[in-house]
């Protein structure tokens, strides 16, 4: 089944303290992307990827690193965590098409982090 | 900058009912857009979409037109059921950059009764 997997899906940590959501997709999607949803802000993108080894900036990066050495994983790093980055985040991936680039995002099912 | 404007929820109708969520778009260049659904405790998932002025997306009994004049891409359903019950995503994204990145709205919340 075509997926995008997310770990963990909840999660409570305490500020300062290092954590990791992995990503991971089976469809061989070059693309991949993080979003965080807070209310009634939508989804706003934090970092993305082209390709291996190829990441930039979204709207809304600071606080967080990612990387990406395989392309089916893409994990979201929060060296030391505050409480505004408690949100529900998301991942997703699409094929990359050249030309008008309509193609269609892949989501995961969504990490709750909670920063205390 | 890119940007988009949906109606505020939570927007409370009984089964069969019509249904229209607005969405209005601000955009430079010629931008794609698309509806998303996020059904409680799911990831997004695609709706319709629509790449050009005047196409119309369409699935699951749920349409909407792109317009470029009005800069709308309203989303309508003639029947609701209680399994639509989700929020709704309206985006866009303009082709020319080389982010992908879709543009979101804040969601609108619909909540079908019985």
């Known amino acids: 089944e075509a997926q995008v997997t997310q770990n963990p899906r909840y999660l409570i940590t305490v500020t300062g303290k290092k954590l990791t959501v992995t990503c991971s997709q089976n469809?061989?999607?070059?693309?991949m992307s993080w979003y965080r949803q807070d209310p009634g802000l939508g989804l706003r993108q934090i970092y993305y990827?082209?390709?291996?080894?190829?990441?930039d900036k979204g709207d809304v990066p600071e606080g967080y690193k990612v990387s990406r050495k395989e392309k089916r994983n893409f994990p979201l790093i929060l060296e030391s965590p505050s409480p505004n980055q408690t949100s529900l985040y998301f991942c997703?991936?699409?094929?990359?098409?050249?030309?008008?680039?309509?193609?269609?995002?892949?989501f995961g099912e969504g990490s709750r982090l909670t920063v205390l | 900058g890119d940007s988009v404007t949906q109606m505020e929820g939570p927007v409370t109708l009984s089964e069969e009912a019509f249904l229209t969520i607005n969405c209005t778009y601000t955009a430079t260049g010629y931008p794609s857009l698309f509806w998303y659904v996020q059904y409680p405790g799911e990831g997004l998932q695609l709706l319709l979409k629509a790449t050009k002025a005047d196409d119309k997306g369409s699935n699951k009994g749920f349409e909407a037109t792109y317009r470029k004049e009005t800069t709308s891409f309203h989303l309508e359903k003639g029947s609701v059921q209680v399994s639509d019950s989700a929020v709704y995503f309206c985006a866009l994204r303009v082709s020319n950059t080389g982010r992908r990145a879709l543009t979101f709205g804040s969601g609108t919340r619909l909540q079908v009764q019985p």
């Open positions: 469809m061989n999607h070059e693309y």
């Open positions: 990827s082209m390709n291996v080894e190829v990441t």
């Open positions: 997703a991936s699409s094929i990359r098409t050249g030309g008008a680039g309509t193609g269609e995002l892949f």
